[in-house]
């Protein structure tokens, strides 16, 4: 009865779309901003989506120059954050210096790429290092070569680690801190047994900020999924504790499954929606670390993504999330103005739904559990 009384007063105080409006002049920056720049990726990791996407003959996207500088002008300056590959390889762009140049007048205070380092040369790292870019995020995913080999389908982890101590000397002669050095590790079964060896490998290398996240789809159907292996995740999760004391790296480690989490993934029917929260089980060690730990969102928890981020495809096509990248767009940057789109019917709609927490499609089954996802908060979005 409680349920249905709020749902009725959901449907009886419901706002028109038009309250759902976000005003782009308002001071500050405000955008999550994440762009793909390019389709294309020069390995074919196994686990990895994009690769079969690579395979199946879909045309090449490179955004041209031209759009890149349309979309910089419409839409950096109002992002705080600013990612620019998201699923492929933006080294690979012919024109990658030049966008660069582009991004860097607009100064957004958190910008940067994620790689595999194969293509970052002496000549890209000199980019990067001039212009300032604050962030290079690069993807490992073990602390051996034939490990590296097995999950990436090239020999090339000597090349990698190569270039990037080129980078970072790079950076001391320069007497530069940027771009800081990030490292990603996916967790799954086949190289859960090298967490440490590869903290010992980033410490090395002179990494800032170390993140883990597990293999997708988190489920039991993947057979790389630590979900069958939970000991072992735990036992590997405690090493990893004990690893990182007074380290000086900054290391973001998914925590210990729970109980409820193994029983949600057997079956049992998951409360609309997860978010993503930091737990405390890392403190003390020394280092400054956090763990993350996935729980029920519940009615007081709302997706921000609409208001506080988008998604950017090689061709300009505009989404709400990068969840939602393979959608139909809400709309395209070389066709209409930015403003235009965020606040279109598409947007308007999606904003009334999660604000009242009228779930379909694809928020009905989202699980934004990984860090740096997408913006979860604890109130619902104030009307502008």
């Not at 997706?303 to 959608?327: E, K, Y």
């Not at 066709?335 to 928020?363: K, T």
Request: proline share 8%; charged share 25%.
């Amino acid at each position: 009865m409680k349920n249905g009384v709020k749902q009725l007063c959901a449907r009886l105080f419901r706002r028109p779309a038009r309250r759902f409006r976000y005003d782009l002049s308002s001071p500050g920056r405000t955008l999550l901003v994440r762009m793909d720049i390019i389709n294309r990726c020069n390995l074919r990791c196994f686990m990895c989506p994009y690769s079969a996407a690579a395979e199946s003959g879909a045309p090449p996207q490179i955004m041209p120059p031209a759009l890149f500088e349309r979309i910089a002008a419409q839409v950096f300056p109002h992002a705080y954050h600013l990612a620019l590959s998201c699923a492929y390889e933006p080294l690979m762009h012919p024109e990658f210096e030049g966008l660069l140049e582009i991004a860097a007048r607009h100064e957004v205070p958190e910008w940067g790429i994620v790689t595999n380092g194969v293509l970052l040369s002496e000549k890209v790292s000199a980019a990067l290092i001039r212009h300032r870019m604050v962030v290079l995020s690069v993807s490992l995913d073990g602390a051996t070569r034939q490990t590296y080999r097995d999950i990436r389908g090239a020999d090339l982890f000597d090349r990698v680690l190569s270039n990037v101590r080129t980078l970072q000397a790079m950076k001391r002669r320069a007497g530069s801190d940027l771009p800081h050095l990030f490292i990603n590790f996916v967790l799954m079964k086949r190289n859960v047994g090298e967490i440490v060896p590869f903290l010992e490998l980033c410490r090395e290398l002179g990494a800032e900020d170390v993140t883990f996240v597990h293999v997708m789809p988190r489920s039991r159907d993947n057979p790389d999924s630590l979900l069958l292996a939970p000991e072992l995740y735990a036992a590997a999760y405690e090493d990893a504790r004990r690893a990182i004391v007074d380290s000086p790296m900054r290391v973001l480690l998914p925590a210990p499954f729970t109980p409820e989490e193994l029983a949600a993934d057997a079956g049992v029917p998951r409360e609309r929606r997860l978010q993503q929260s930091r737990s405390s089980d890392l403190a003390g060690t020394g280092a400054r670390v956090t763990s993350q730990r996935v729980e029920p969102a519940g009615e007081n928890i709302y997706c921000a993504s609409p208001w506080m981020m988008l998604f950017i495809s090689p061709n300009g096509d505009v989404h709400p999330c990068s969840h939602r990248q393979n959608d139909p767009p809400f709309g395209n940057l070389s066709a209409s103005p930015f403003e235009e789109i965020w606040n279109s019917p598409a947007y308007l709609d999606l904003r009334r739904r999660l604000y009242y927490h009228d779930l379909a499609g694809r928020c009905r089954t989202c699980e934004a559990q990984t860090p740096n996802s997408e913006p979860m908060v604890r109130r619902p979005i104030r009307l502008l």
